[in-house]
């Protein structure tokens, strides 16, 4: 292949479910020589490819002329080993400023305002900014809890008023730890369970306890769980 070129312009802001699918469909009916819209036949419409072209173009994985890379072939390979490795490389060549940050506590409007620099307005921004985090999740990259994908803020029912107790009446008191919102991440900061920061950002934004949970937020919440520990804790050898 020719040296790499490649067409700087506005981060992909795809989904990143048709991304995904996108080289799902290479991954079974293999690369083309050269890239287009009509390489996906019926399984993609034309506007998602042109969107899946354009990610891969601003990802480095397609040359100017729309030739694959070495690196789109070798992540369209289910053989290949280690395809997050390759990702991981991928996502700190393409984007350099974003790397420059640190992802580990970086908050979302901090990382919106970054997006906002390649030139994209507001909304186009914050797909932009969707589509980077469930890319880097996937490819193992660590994030701060609050811009993890599918983590979203909740706002705590305010609490009512008790009522005063009758005259004569003992009040007693009862307490209750739920682990949802800003005090019991500050609770629990403070205890002697010296919880790792990012621990303490998932538990953060959990729903209020006694509320409905989805099957599918659980499912992602448990994942996240799962990742978090992978980071933060040595593996056994």
């Known amino acids: 292949m020719s040296e790499r070129?490649?067409?700087q312009a506005i981060p992909p802001y795809i989904s990143y479910r048709s991304f995904s699918d996108g080289l799902e469909y290479l991954r079974k009916n293999g690369v083309p020589r050269t890239m287009d819209k009509t390489s996906f036949?019926?399984?993609m419409s034309q506007s998602a490819a042109v969107q899946f072209i354009s990610a891969l173009r601003f990802l480095g994985l397609l040359m100017v002329d729309d030739q694959p890379t070495l690196e789109l072939s070798q992540l369209a390979k289910s053989s290949t080993k280690n395809p997050k490795a390759i990702m991981r490389r991928v996502l700190k060549q393409s984007y350099t400023s974003i790397f420059e940050l640190d992802l580990k506590t970086i908050t979302p409007k901090k990382l919106t305002a970054a997006f906002l620099k390649f030139g994209a307005e507001d909304i186009v921004a914050g797909k932009c900014v969707t589509f980077f985090t469930h890319v880097a999740f996937d490819a193992e990259i660590p994030l701060a809890p609050k811009i993890l994908p599918g983590v979203r803020k909740t706002t705590a029912k305010p609490r009512k008023k008790e009522k005063p107790a009758a005259t004569g009446q003992i009040k007693t008191a009862k307490i209750n730890v739920t682990l949802s919102g800003d005090e019991t991440t500050k609770w629990l900061s403070k205890s002697k369970f010296k919880l790792h920061p990012m621990l303490l950002g998932l538990?953060?934004?959990?729903p209020e306890?006694?509320?409905v949970l989805p099957a599918?937020?659980?499912?992602t919440l448990k994942r996240y769980f799962?990742?978090?520990l992978d980071i933060i804790y040595k593996k056994e050898e």
């Open 216 to 219: 599918k937020q659980k499912a």
């Open 5 to 7: 070129e490649y067409k």
């Open 203 to 206: 538990l953060k934004e959990l």
């Open 41 to 43: 036949g019926k399984k």
């Open 209 to 211: 306890a006694g509320s």
């Open 226 to 228: 799962e990742a978090m």
